[in-house]
Nanobody, 125 residues
Framework: QVQLVESGGGLVQAGGSLRLSCTVS????????MAWARQAPGKAREVVAA????????DYTESVKGRFTISRDNGKNTVDLQMNSLRPEDTAIYFC??????????????????WGQGTQVTVSS
């Protein structure tokens, strides 16, 4: 079955950086969008960054634009999220996700079909 495994979370001071990685196995998703979403305690899950199947088109939620960069390697079935200038409000569990419908680039969590278990990111002030 399809499995997504995230790594790279941790504790960092405000202004610092982290890089999250996600490896996808059990399926071929070379024509599918991949994304990173996050969920903070008491808040809804939100997609913070998405990348289309070519890797050339990306989309970001407003609060992370200019600070986060999403990338993918279709040969390795991986998607990464480089997070710079981190803020305490970025604290959340971060999940990688894959859209089961090809050739789309959704920014709604409900559009993604496959999810990882999540990795905790904590930013201290």
């Amino acid at each position: 079955q399809v499995q997504l495994v995230e790594s790279g979370g941790g504790l960092v001071q405000a202004g610092g950086s982290l890089r999250l990685s996600c490896t996808v196995s059990g399926g071929a998703f070379g024509i599918n969008a991949m994304a990173w979403a996050r969920q903070a305690p008491g808040k809804a899950r939100e997609v913070v960054a998405a990348i289309d199947w070519t890797g050339r088109t990306t989309d970001y939620t407003e609060s992370v634009k200019g600070r986060f960069t999403i990338s993918r390697d279709n040969g390795k079935n991986t998607v990464d999220l480089q997070m710079n200038s981190l803020r305490p409000e970025d604290t959340a569990i971060y999940f990688c996700a894959v859209d089961g419908t090809p050739f789309k680039l959704p920014m709604l969590p409900s559009k993604y079909d496959y999810w990882g278990q999540g990795t905790q990111v904590t930013v201290s002030s």
